[in-house]
């Protein structure tokens, strides 16, 4: 019996969005993770109906770290959508200029996000509105650290030899999920700053 052979050594190694898994992953990662989102948002309305003390509980956030971080965090994206297109054109000079922006952007996003916790009027341990405040903002706030982390380490690579083909790849999928942690933190601030002075 014959035996049918096809030659894909011509194929390419690597794509960008949909086409390849990781795609797939951060993607299934992102609905994980807006679900978490979505209780923690959920749990905060729940108690905010359902408890009488929550409305004195729910001391009004100072929003001038918030308000900064959410500037910084939205003005991001424009440099993020430049870093996807010039992944795909594999710009090697552009993608690395660009990655250096936004490891310095998020590294300033970390520190707006640590001074935000220290202005916090409210401990975590004081009553379920405190906890809740502290979880929905350290819950973004470890997404905002991960991409930073991993947009520090991919800085780091296409400065290497290993700066070609699937890294390009790489920078286009991690520009895709920065987009999740900027729209992620919009209806958070909403809620956590917004709704208590309602």
């Known amino acids: 019996m014959a035996r049918t052979v096809i030659d894909v050594s011509g194929l ?10 990781p795609w797939w992953g951060t993607f299934s990662f992102c609905l994980l993770e807006g679900t978490g989102f979505a209780l923690g948002i959920g749990g905060y309305l729940y108690l905010a109906v359902t408890n009488t003390h929550w409305a004195k509980d729910a ?5 001038f770290w918030s308000g900064l971080f959410t500037v910084v965090l939205v003005l991001s994206a424009l440099p993020n959508f430049l870093i996807r297109r010039a992944a795909m054109r594999e710009s090697l000079r552009s993608v690395r200029l ?7 952007v ?10 935000e916790f220290s202005a916090l009027p409210v401990r975590w341990s004081d009553n379920a ?4 405040v502290w979880l929905l903002l350290g819950l973004h706030g470890v997404h905002v650290l991960t991409d930073v982390a991993d947009t520090l ?8 030899q290993h700066g070609r083909g699937k890294r390009f790849s790489d920078a286009e999928d991690n520009a ?4 999740f942690v900027v729209l992620s933190w919009l209806p958070l601030y909403g809620i956590v700053y917004w709704v208590p002075r309602l």
Do not use: E, K
């Open 59 to 63: 001391v009004p956030l100072n929003p």
């Open 153 to 160: 380490v991919l800085a780091v690579l296409m400065f290497t």
């Open 12 to 21: 390419p190694t690597y794509a960008f969005g949909s086409r390849v898994t």
């Open 106 to 115: 998020g590294l300033v996003l970390v520190g707006l996000r640590i001074m």
């Open 98 to 104: 660009l990655l250096l922006v936004m490891s310095a």
């Open 176 to 179: 895709f999920y920065w987009y």
């Open 129 to 132: 509105y405190g906890s809740f």
